[in-house]
């Protein structure tokens, strides 16, 4: 069974962090550009061939399809790129006490 209210975006993160007064020194819209270069720093991570694991989730690009030698490079007609996602630690965690 799934269990979900909907979709959370960095939007509504950002909206939690202001209302809570975590970071009382910083408006939404600092906090969401601290989100999207986080975001973009992981991404990057990614491209550079590193597995990223932010704690809820572990991410790593995924390369289908054969190579026919060493030196024979990606091709749009024989290869696809996706990402996997498996439990990250705090996922992990919170199964783990059964929660």
Known sequence: ??????VCTDE???NDIVISGL???MSKEQILSVM?????ARL?????GYAVDDGICK???K???SFESESDTF??????VSISSTAGEFHKAIHHRGV
């Open 1 to 6: 069974m799934t269990i979900s209210r909907g």
């Open 12 to 14: 509504d993160i950002a």
């Open 23 to 25: 970071l009382e020194n």
């Open 36 to 40: 999207e270069t986080a975001r973009n």
């Open 44 to 48: 990057a991570r990614l491209a550079d």
């Open 59 to 61: 991410c790593q690009l």
């Open 63 to 65: 390369i289908k399809g």
């Open 75 to 80: 091709s749009r007609e024989r290869h696809s």
